[in-house]
C-alpha cells in the first residue's frame, strides 16, 4: 500500500512465469490405517507449540476426525488453530474444521496449538482408536462439523466503508485528526504500528511527531476521539505493516514479543483490533512449503499463532482485517511459493495459509486491488488494472475459491461474502489502478446484484452480503475533496 506505490509484482513476475512448470511426485506409502504424529515444534522451556498429523494410512477417504488426549497436571493448554476444542479437566478434544476434515488415501492434514508446562500429550485417540492406528476403543463421533461458522461478532454494518488514517506520519496529503474523521468511515485503520527490527516482533505506534505534522493531537486528545468513534459504532484498529514496516516473525520469541507488544498498544489506546498489511518481504514460503492448507514455514506458522492468541485474549469482539496485495493472494491461482523447482518468487500466494488457517475468526479481508501487474481470473485471462473487471474478477475469487497453483486437489475454499471487500486507491495519488467512482460502483453493483458485469460472469453468483470498500487513504480522500468518502459512503448504505 502504503506510503509509496512500490510492489513487489511486477519485478517477480517475469520470474514466476519462467519457472511455471509441473513435477510428478511419488505417492507415499500407505501405512495400515489412519494416525495421528505428535510433534513439539518449539519449546522454550515455560512452555511449547504442539503439532498433530493425520494422515490417512487407509484405503478409503476420511470424512470427519477428532484427536484427544491428556495433559499432564501442570500443564495447561493455550491458543490454537485449524481445530475446534472441547475439554474437561485435563483431557482435550480437538474436531477437525469445515475445510480441513475430508482426509484423501495418502493425505494429510494438521492441527496445532500452543500449552503452558513442561508436560506432554498422553493417551492419544484418533476417531476413539489408538493415534498409532488399530481399533476404536470407544464409538468416534459421526456427526459432521458445520460448513461454515457465525460470522464473528463486530458491529459493523451490513457494507462498510473502511479507511487507512495516517496517524503517524503525513505523507504529503497532510495530518488528520482523529475528532476530524468523518463519521461516514465504519472502519478506521490506524497506520502504521512498525517493528524495531524486521525480526524482532516489537511492535511500536507513536503518533505523528511535530515536526512532521505541526496539527497533531495531544496523546489523551487522540485517546478521547477513538472513544467518541467506538460510541458512535464505530471501529478503529491498529494496523501493522505497510510498505515500510516489514514484520518477520522468524522465531517463537519474536511471535511472542509480537503478541505482547500489540496488546500493549491496543491496551493503551482501547482499540477494538487488528489489520494485518504485510507487505514487501513480510511473508513468504520456504522449499518445501507446498500446502497452504498445512504451511510449515516459521514466519507464516508463528504469525497465525501470535493472532490466535490476541483473539483469545480479546475474544468474540476482537475485529481482525487483513489487506494484502494481489500478488500474495489472487497470483496463488497460478504460483505458490518457490514451486517445485524452487525458481518462482517465494511470496506469490504467500497470504492463503494465513487467510486459510484465520477465516473462522475473519472480519474482513479487503485485497488491495491496486499497484498491481496483470492476474489471471478463474476465467483463465489476464485481467489488468485501472476499471470495474478488475476488481469484480479478482474478489470473485474470494466469493468462489480456486485450486491453489492450477492443485484441483488443493482448493482455497470461498470466504463468506460478509468476509470479503475490496480496496481500491481514493485519489490518483494514492496508488496505482485508481477507478473513478462510477466503475468502483459498477463493480459493486455486479458482485451484490449480477447486473452491469461487462465481459466477465462472476463464478460466485450474487453477493448481497458483500461486505464493501477499503480505501488508501482517509487523508487523500480529504486532500482531494472527499470524492470516495461523499461517492461511495451513501451508495453503500442503499444496498440491501
Known sequence: MHRTAR????????????????????????????TATFAKTSDWGTGWEGKYTITNGGASTITGWQVAFTLPAGTTLGSYWDATVSSVSQRHTFTNRSWNGTIAPGASVSFGFLATGSGSPTDCTLNGAPCGGGNPTTPPTTTAPPTTGPPPAGGLPKHALIGYLHASFANGSGYLRMADVPADWDIVNLAFGEPTSVTSGDIRFQLCPVAECPTVESEAEFTAAIRAKQQQGKKVL????????????????????????????IDRYGLNGLDIDFEGHSLYLNAGDTDFR??????????????????QRYGAGFVL??????????????????????????????YLPVIH???????????????SGPIVGLDNQYHTMGGADFHIAMTDM????FP?????????????????????????????????PAGVQQAVTCLVK???????????????????????????DRYYGWEFRLQHGPFLKALP
Open 7 to 34: 510492489t513487489p509484482f511486477l519485478a517477480a513476475l517475469a520470474a514466476l512465469a519462467t519457472a511455471a512448470a509441473t513435477v510428478a511426485l511419488a505417492a507415499p506409502a500407505l501405512a495400515a490405517g489412519p
Open 238 to 265: 491498529l494496523s501493522i505493516g505497510g510498505q515500510n514496516g516489514q514484520v518477520q516473525l522468524t522465531t517463537p520469541a519474536a511471535r511472542d514479543t509480537f503478541v505482547r507488544s500489540v496488546s500493549a498498544i
Open 294 to 311: 498445512n504451511p510449515t514455514t516459521p514466519v507464516v506458522v508463528n504469525l497465525i499463532a501470535a493472532i490466535r492468541t490476541l483473539k
Open 321 to 350: 482485517t487483513m489487506a494484502p496485495e494481489t500478488f500474495f493472494v489472487q497470483l496463488g491461482y497460478q504460483f505458490y511459493g518457490p514451486g517445485p523447482w524452487g525458481g518462482q518468487d517465494p511470496r506469490a500466494g504467500s
Open 357 to 371: 488457517a484465520l477465516r473462522d475468526v475473519l472480519t474482513v479481508l479487503h485485497v488491495q486491488d491496486y499497484n
Open 398 to 401: 474470494l466469493l468462489a475459491g
Open 404 to 436: 491453489v497453483a492450477g492443485n484441483a486437489s488443493a482448493v482455497f475454499p470461498a470466504l463468506r461474502e460478509d468476509q470479503v471487500a475490496f480496496g481500491a486507491p481514493s485519489s490518483t495519488s494514492a496508488g496505482n489502478g485508481y477507478v473513478a
Open 450 to 476: 449480477g447486473q452491469n458485469c461487462g465481459g466477465y460472469t462472476p463464478r460466485s453468483g450474487t453477493n448481497p452480503g458483500f461486505r464493501g470498500l477499503m480505501t488508501w487513504s482517509i487523508n487523500w
